[in-house]
């Protein structure tokens, strides 16, 4: 099942729509940078060129869940 959340984008409401797993993650990151949820998807908005959002917020969550502790 998926969980939405609304966000301000370059000032447009929209949505994304990520498994909760997924934003288990996001929000883990999101305070590991000192972020919101929002300032973080509006980093991802920023950085994802052509992909679709929600695909580029997994590929962070992805990447981040890989990634070997420091």
């Known amino acids: 099942m998926l969980k939405k959340r609304s966000v301000m ?21 999101a305070g590991e940078r000192g972020l919101s949820h929002a300032a973080l998807l509006a ?12 695909s580029a917020c997994r590929l962070l969550a992805l990447e981040q869940s890989t990634r070997p502790p420091s």
Do not use: K, N, Y
């Open 9 to 29: 984008l370059s000032g447009h409401a929209t949505s994304v729509a990520l498994e909760p797993e997924f934003w288990v993650i996001l929000d883990r990151i």
């Open 43 to 54: 980093w991802v908005d920023a950085t994802r060129g052509r992909r679709p959002l929600a």
